[in-house]
């Protein structure tokens, strides 16, 4: 499984393109944000409009890019978010620490 | 024709006086007991408190989106039977309708005849399904146990318990809940077989290596080869008794909790960011109530999917 990216200007984005619940999705989404943490971009935003299902698993790869970005002053952002996965976010919070790429 | 018990309850959404007019006749010919609305706002706000049985729809109604209306229904009431009445009944536009889930598609002007067929086939199958659900509820009581071990645990891509889609499929759980209950059960394998069984600490998911991976992926590698690890089990009991879903997760580990019989009621929500607290919080979100034995060894989620006075 692989997500792609892209870069834009200064922000690198990342099309996540299945459900955050397996270590394989994890596993995917850590290749994705290294290769554009690696580029040298530090604004990374997640369009997570694929993703039908997050649980804790996918959701600590998530916060895992957000604390290395937050460690060099970068910023971890979201497309808008629908369903499910809104919901979780909503719940645990996240919405509150990811800002919304519009 | 048979009709089975009361008469047909029906909502006729539909704004022109003289349709409203010839089916409200016919509605009192067969002595059917109906209401009729006018707006499409009025009808969602009608279905949301009123049982009917059946919502027939004039789809082509000023202002309306048909398309819309009926993703409408679906979501808010995904089991309401709605048979959509339209001008251009056209066999691209009545695929459409039966897409967006109406349950059957009349053009104008309506058979009237058909539409009686139509209207008792669809209250007779609901009414034999409600007698079902109510059979589920009162006759069945289903007790499964499931053993795993770590490592048949790691080779499945996610566990799954099959009374849940047997529970969806009778009604009693609706898509949304379903999965969420689906999810937390996941969770709560996971953590019997991560932390309780594998004794991985969520703190290592945040230590990342010099390759990029954290410290937790590489020590689950490791145990998960160490049959002292790998070949400790997770135990599912799940049992359904008198509307109520209640599904043990137990693991062979020690337990992390310094007491037994903690109880979290309703949701738990974490306001950091600490690893352990997302997979309660979304395991007791989804039930009623969670509750911890042999020191968290053992989590106990439980459901209640139907009330007494639905009986």
Redesign the interface.
Same mark, same amino acid.
Do not use: C, Q
């Given at each position: 499984m692989e997500f792609p990216t892209e870069i834009i200007g200064e922000k690198g984005y990342i099309k996540v393109t299945g459900d955050l619940?397996?270590?394989t999705a994890g596993e995917a989404l /850590?290749s994705a944000f !290294?290769e554009i943490y690696d580029k040298g971009k530090r604004t990374i935003v997640l369009d997570l409009s694929g993703a039908q #299902?997050i !649980?804790?698993?996918g #959701?600590?790869k998530v +916060? %895992?890019c957000y604390? /290395?970005l937050k460690a060099e002053n970068g910023v971890l952002m979201v497309k808008p978010l629908q369903g499910?996965v809104k919901e979780?976010f909503e +719940? +645990? %919070?996240l919405d509150k #620490?990811l800002p919304t790429d519009k | 024709m048979g009709m089975s018990s009361a008469p047909p309850h029906i909502l006729l959404a539909d704004d022109d006086p003289n349709s409203r007019a010839i089916f409200s006749e016919f509605f009192e010919r067969l002595g059917w007991r109906y209401n009729v609305l006018g707006e499409s706002n009025q009808v969602m706000a009608a279905l949301a408190s009123s049982g009917y049985d059946v919502v027939i729809a004039d789809v082509t109604m000023p202002g309306m989106d048909a398309m819309q209306f009926l993703d409408q229904v679906r979501l808010q009431s995904p089991a309401q039977a709605v048979i959509a009445v339209s001008d251009n009944a056209s066999v691209e536009n009545t695929l459409a309708f039966f897409r967006k889930g109406a349950t059957d598609v009349m053009a104008r002007p309506v058979d009237f005849s058909w539409l009686e067929h139509i209207v008792t086939d669809v209250v007779n199958v609901l009414r034999h399904d409600q007698s079902e659900r109510k059979l589920y509820r009162y006759v069945t009581s289903e007790r499964t146990e499931m053993s795993l071990s770590c490592r048949e645990l790691a080779e499945l891509n996610c566990f799954s318990l099959p009374i849940i889609e047997r529970l969806q499929e009778c009604g009693l759980l609706d898509e949304p809940c379903a999965l969420r209950l689906k999810l937390a059960i996941q969770e709560a394998v996971m953590n019997g077989f991560e932390h309780g069984n594998l004794e991985l600490l969520s703190a290592w998911k945040e230590e990342i290596q010099d390759d990029g991976r954290d410290k937790f992926s590489i020590v689950r590698r490791q145990r998960l080869d160490d049959p002292l690890y790998g070949e400790r089990r997770v135990r599912v009991v799940s049992w359904f008794h008198e509307g109520v879903l209640e599904i043990t997760v137990s693991d062979d580990g020690a337990g992390f909790l310094s007491r037994d019989g903690e109880t979290i009621v309703g949701s738990a929500c974490p306001n950091d960011l600490t690893c352990s607290g997302r997979g309660l919080a979304l395991m007791s979100s989804a039930v009623d109530i969670m509750r911890y034995a042999r020191r968290g060894a053992e989590v106990t989620l439980i459901k209640q999917l139907m009330k007494h006075e639905d009986s």
């Open positions: 619940d397996t270590e /850590r !290294n #299902i !649980n804790s698993y #959701i600590g +916060l %895992m604390k /290395r499910f979780t +719940l +645990l %919070m #620490i | -």
